[in-house]
């Protein structure tokens, strides 16, 4: 396994903060027509714009997930919207059947091996995991007439998907990377993010979304 470096991590120069901003707009609005379906009813604008906050924080906690450990391998890498995906989710804002959410991605430039690309790959979904298991764990504490039980259960739903869609060992996506890296590993998440997206839908089911 490889050793982080000691550089200083998490560094933005000003067109990644541009981009980053633009992304977080596209998410969030994307992020508002897909949840408002599900909340014409049994909810407040309150409770959608909740739903869409944690909605838009694991696309953004994705994305940085990917930066950080990037850079601590002494990677450069910078969040970038690209033509494609703007497009495709300019097209999920106003369309009810095409929810395509990816205006960007981290680009990563320097010596990247098999482990460092695994490694970094990884750490995206598997923050959308750890988002989507800390609310369902919060659940029980909060009474299902509550305004936030359905966006915590919207949202714990949405992270798995954003978990499970991102680890498809194709293409692009995550899950690629992670499979030609550690077969083990991408089986364990991709079976984690099944049950998770199974188990977030029939929550949802139960609870009128």
């Known amino acids: 396994m490889l050793v982080p470096t000691r550089t200083r991590s998490l560094r933005f120069s000003k067109t990644e903060i541009e981009h980053l901003i633009l992304g977080t707009a596209l ?12 909340f014409l009813t049994g909810s407040s604008s309150l409770g959608l714009a909740v739903a869409t906050i944690i909605f838009a924080m694991g696309f953004i906690l994705h994305e940085l997930s990917h930066k950080y450990v990037a850079q601590r ?8 919207v690209n033509t494609m995906g703007v ?19 981290v680009v990563i430039s320097g010596f990247a091996d098999r482990d460092r690309m695994g ?52 293409s692009i996506f995550d899950g690629k ?13 991709f079976a984690v993010s099944l049950v998770l997206v199974v188990y977030t839908y029939l929550l949802e089911a139960s609870s009128g979304l």
Do not use: D, Q
Not at 27 to 37: D, I, K
Not at 73 to 80: T, V
Not at 87 to 104: M, R
């Open 87 to 105: 497009l495709l989710t300019a097209i999920s804002i106003v369309s009810p059947y095409i929810k395509f959410i990816v205006p960007g991605a």
């Open 119 to 170: 490694l970094t790959a990884l750490a995206g979904p598997l923050v959308n995991v750890i988002i989507t298991i800390a609310l369902l764990a919060a659940l029980p504490a909060i009474s299902p007439v509550s305004i936030l039980y359905l966006p915590l259960v919207a949202g714990a739903a949405i992270n798995a998907f954003l978990a499970l869609f991102n680890l498809i060992p194709f």
């Open 73 to 80: 391998y002494g990677l450069w890498a910078e969040f970038r």
């Open 177 to 189: 990377k992670i499979y030609g890296w550690n077969r083990t590993f991408w089986a364990v998440m």
């Open 27 to 38: 998410v969030t609005a994307a992020g508002v027509s897909f949840l408002r379906f599900s």
